[in-house]
């Protein structure tokens, strides 16, 4: 098993090598690609030294598996050119997310939609991600009408860049900004780009994959998507409306119960989900469970989850798992 991290220069690509160690991933070689820029460069790795290699000579050696966190423009040009040599790429971009022949996969809930042929599999975005996999188990079980989602993100997710933004102006120095204000003592309801519709494309991610992964068009979503100066993870609040009615007990036994999640719901303690807590764990984090007493058939909960891990590298890495264990790439 040949496995290529392109993009291992980024922060998405560190949490991804960590994490391939940590999770005993089972590969005999491993390929550190970025841009040309970064050809040479020497990264440490499991107790060795790996020198980082361009894209081209990652296609030559024909890793069986590359895991992209590299933009959406590289993975555009580049998914394609490793597909051709009979790699299978997970991609961390929004690129193929929304192509109606790629799968876009949360494991927990739909790895059993992929086939030997996927040759570029999707990995949702971070936000999404942790959103759905609190309703899987929800709306197989009550059928969900109407999401209302707003965010709470970590600098984190916008990459590098955006981290040095925060660290710079905590420390009072002038850098490179890349957000269109500070960011720090600040919240930006800014995610991505605006579109005609007065919605950012962050925002339409959430509506779009919500939809395509959990395999309903007819779920209506609603998403106002912020940037906050936090590192350790994304925050949501989430109103879910469902068709028929539940039980309080019985979200929280559903919830509990789903792989991946785990419930921080005890009030009377101060216990509920912070990035704070959530950084550097793989699960998804629910708390602040309970009913929206102004409509029917309609809950409120609180999701935290390192976007970096569940939100990017650990979903990459669990598809790439699902993908050696089921004998795919
Ligand atoms: P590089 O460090 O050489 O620029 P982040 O989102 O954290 O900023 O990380 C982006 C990652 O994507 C980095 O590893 C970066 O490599 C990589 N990358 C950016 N553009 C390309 C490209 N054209 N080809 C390969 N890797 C790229």
Redesign the pocket.
Known sequence: MKIAV????????GVMLKSLLERKFPFTKIYL???E??IGKIIEFNNSKLEVIG?KQAISLKPDIAIF???GS?SLK?APEFAKVGTTVIDNSSAWRMHEDKKLIVPEINASELTKEDKIIANPNCSTIQMVLALAPLHRKYKIKRIVVSTYQSVTGS???AVEQLENERKGVHGEMAYPHPIDLNCIPHGGDFEDNGYTTEETKLVNETRKILGDQSINVTATVVRIPVYGGHSEAVNVEFENDFDLDEVKKLLSEFPGITIQDDPENNNYPMPKNAHGKDDVFVGRIRRDFSQAKSLNFWVVSDNLRKGAATNAIQIAEYLVKNNLA
């Open positions: 392109v993009g291992a220069t980024g922060l998405v690509g690609v970025a841009s820029r970064s894209m966190s590299a933009g590289t580049w990459g590098v860049k």
